[in-house]
């Protein structure tokens, strides 16, 4: 009210009824009291009060504060303002539980009637679906009941809550969809709960919290993506002893404890392994771990026999692959994953009791494959290089108890996953490009290959962690835990390329070098300190190519009858065996193989020939097994032509009667071009009275083409016996032939000797 001093007293503004009472504030309801609603929905009515003065009459801008006195529902609005009318309301008031809930609106100034107190009545909301439905989103009850025979299908992400129990006797289903379930009391499977899919999504996690406890009998999870079973969705490693963080044993926080329980319960991952990493050209992608599943307890949990429990295999590395157009070639395959963790915990016991309680964890998940292939190239020394690297095998899953008191009271059998095996590698280089030109003949490329290790376990022992007391460990039977085997590798260095022109020598084999992966090494022991798993197999090493060039052949023109190239040296062989893994029984070394590995190129023909070159050297990690003929020199080439006799030789018995027609026997012999043009040749006999040949004079015809590379001339030779017998017992000379091509003059001579006795 607005005062304003004047001249004969104070005024009423007009149209303002005055106040008689001026300090009466009277609160009372005014809408929604006594409404029921559902527990978790707002009532119909916002309730509100209406503020009036000693008159009856409404007082606006009055501050009221609404609260929640019982029942833990919710409001929304809960500061709010009277307006002209008196009235002020809360925005929204949600009922909490059942039965009895209770707000309050407290007026500021009130002289009677605050607080006033509204009361609702919460109604039970059961969500038990009579037949096969559809579900999606956040869906609340008071209870939620899902009937043996009937499936609950989830279309996108789900949160299930309840605010007592929640029971699934028939089927919750979801391909790739992330599943939560929470119970206000407890939890309790009887029957299938599944949100795996065919490509493994990990994000697909699955979370089953009864907060009132677990019961989880006659059932079976499947699932994509990491799983928590729990009674307490507030636990952390830091509650339970032994696992990292965790506190001392005794100083957890410790409430009432509530029901924990598997029975005759399958839980397995699916698919069985993580998602395999991503092929590709270069470094390929590592495979994904498999996902971790954990039951955590805040209290005792029991394990009652008839349980599966299994772990998911880590995924496979993906495949690298290289073949470039004309650079070095690397290819990697991706690391296999680690193999999923499996998690047992309670804040006060583990009890395994009951038959049939199987644990296997997961295997770890196979390197990737690597395949590097080079393609010829100039601009080096040598072609380019090869190399490829397989992808390390993934370690195994582990199985970990965590809890004060642990107690295995009938037999536990305990299955420890494997080792990925290494990736195998291969690299195949490029050949050395042929002389040309003034250009010599390159080298082969080199070829490195290095097999992926095996996967390894852990240097650990299985044991319960953290327990204050252990018992039963002697019921405890561990297998598995092996080492994965180690990756191959071979390397095929490239062939050197060939002389050629005035460039006649060969080039070098590429450089082979392969190592096989070492196998993986098993050092996991089980609660005696004892190794059980068997250590994995060192992989192979394989050599083959890195064979020298040809030399060039020079038996024609324009060149003519030149000297051969010299063929190209063999390439070096480095080959080094996988290691074998070693563990409760050691793997078994890998082996050195070579097919035909490091040969020299053979000289070429020419005048004079051209010699082989010189077998590679080799530098071998332990004996080889040989395939094929290996680090040979190289052969040399022939004579551009020459006769295929090295001498001509006769003997007469008994005297010669010279007075008689002298008998007239004859020989042949050959001349053998490897010339592809026409050679021409003059024989001459020398010191060798009575002896001729024909014809005398001639040309060697062309060599006939690819698939025979020579050709032959025959040259008859005529003995006049009556003559070389007047020459004396002992005739001795020679044929000398002379062979030209182009300006290129070569001489070649057979020895001729003839006795007579």
Request: hydrophobic share 35%; charged share 15%; proline share 6%.
């Amino acid at each position: 009210m607005l005062l304003v001093p004047g001249c004969g007293g104070e005024k009423t503004p007009t149209g303002v009824d005055p106040d008689p009472t001026p300090t009466t504030r009277a609160v009372a309801a005014a809408a929604g009291d006594g409404q029921s609603a559902g527990v978790g929905q707002a009532v119909a009515v916002p309730p509100a009060v209406r503020v009036t003065d000693g008159s009856g009459n409404p007082v606006s801008g009055v501050s009221v504060t609404f609260a929640v006195t019982a029942g833990g529902g919710a409001v929304t609005g809960a500061a709010a303002s009277t307006g002209a009318d008196g009235v002020a309301a809360v925005g929204s008031w949600t009922l909490g539980a059942v039965g009895t809930n209770t707000l309050t609106a407290t007026a500021s100034g009130a002289t009677s009637g605050s607080p006033t107190v509204f009361t609702a009545t919460g109604q039970e909301i059961v969500l038990a679906p009579a037949s096969d439905t559809t579900l999606s989103g956040v869906v609340t009850g008071t209870r939620i009941e899902i009937p043996a025979g009937v499936t609950v299908t989830v279309l996108d992400s789900l949160v299930l809550q309840a605010d007592s129990t929640v029971e699934i006797r028939g089927a919750i289903q979801g391909a790739c969809t992330p599943v939560r379930v929470e119970a206000g009391a407890e939890l309790v499977v009887r029957g299938t709960v599944d949100n795996a899919c065919d490509d493994g999504d990990p994000e697909a996690a699955l979370d089953l919290v009864g907060r009132g406890g677990f019961d989880v009998d006659s059932a079976t999870i499947r699932s994509s993506g990491d799983v928590r079973i729990a009674n307490d969705p507030t636990l952390t490693d830091g509650d339970f002893p032994g696992a990292v963080g965790a506190a001392p044993v005794g100083t957890a926080n410790q409430v009432a404890t509530r029901r924990c329980r598997l029975r005759s319960v399958v839980l397995r991952p699916y698919p069985a392994k993580g998602r395999n990493g991503i092929s590709r050209n270069g470094t390929a992608g590592a495979g994904r771990d498999g996902r971790d599943w954990r039951v955590d307890c805040r209290g005792t949990l029991r394990v009652e026999g008839g349980v599966e429990y299994h772990g998911q295999h880590g995924g496979d590395g993906g495949t690298g692959t290289h073949a470039p157009a004309s650079i070095d070639a690397y290819a990697e395959g991706g690391a296999g994953g680690r193999g999923g963790k499996m998690y047992v915990r309670a804040t006060e016991a583990v009890v395994f009791s009951g038959i049939l309680n199987e644990i296997v964890s997961g295997n770890g998940g196979r390197g990737g494959d690597a395949s590097a292939t080079s393609s010829p190239s100039g601009g080096g020394v040598s072609g380019p290089t090869a190399r490829a690297v397989g992808g390390a095998g993934g370690e195994p899953g582990l199985f970990g108890v965590f809890a004060p008191v642990i107690d295995f009271t009938d037999q536990v059998d305990l299955v420890i996953g494997h080792g990925g095996d290494g990736g195998d590698a291969e690299a195949f280089s490029a050949a050395g490009l042929d002389a040309q030109g003034s250009s010599v003949a390159q080298g082969g490329g080199p070829a490195f290959a290095t097999g992926g290790a095996g996967g390894g376990t852990p240097n650990d022992t299985l044991a319960a962690h953290g327990g204050v007391q252990i018992s039963g460990l002697e019921h405890v039977v561990v297998s598995g835990g092996d080492g994965g085997h180690g990756g191959s590798a071979t390397a095929v260095g490239g062939t050197g390329g060939a002389g050629s022109g005035l460039r006649p020598d060969g080039g070098r084999g590429g450089a082979s070098w392969a190592e096989g992966g070492d196998g993986g090494t098993s050092r996991l022991k089980d609660h005696t300190l004892a190794l059980f798993g068997r250590g994995g197999d060192g992989g192979d090493a394989f050599l083959a190519g890195a064979k020298g060039g040809p030399g060039a052949t020079r038996c024609g023109l324009p060149n003519g009858l030149l000297p051969g190239g010299v063929g190209g040296d063999g390439g070096s062989l480095d080959a080094t065996h996988g290691v074998a893994g070693t563990g409760a029984t050691a793997g078994v070394d890998g082996s050195i193989q070579l097919d035909r590995a490091g040969n020299a190129g053979n000289g070429g023909n020419g005048e004079p020939r051209g010699t082989g070159g010189s077998g590679g050297a080799q530098t071998l990690s332990k004996n080889a097994s040989t395939i094929g003929g290996n680090s040979l020199s190289g052969g040399q080439g022939f004579e551009c032509v020459r006769p295929n006799l090295q001498m001509i030789e006769g003997v007469t018995n008994g005297p010669v009667d010279t007075s008689q027609p002298c008998p007239m026997p004859y020989t042949a012999f050959n001349l053998v071009s490897f010339s592809p043009d026409p050679v021409d040749y003059v024989v001459t006999v020398v010191d060798v009275p009575g002896f001729a040949v024909a014809p005398a004079t001639g040309q060697t015809p062309p060599a006939p083409g690819p698939t025979t590379d020579w050709t032959v001339w025959p040259i008859q030779t005529v003995r006049d016996l009556c003559t070389m017998a007047t020459a004396g017992p002992l005739v001795e000379g020679r044929i000398e032939i002379t062979f030209t091509l182009g300006s290129t003059t070569v001489t070649k001579s057979i020895p001729v000797r003839h006795e007579f006795r």
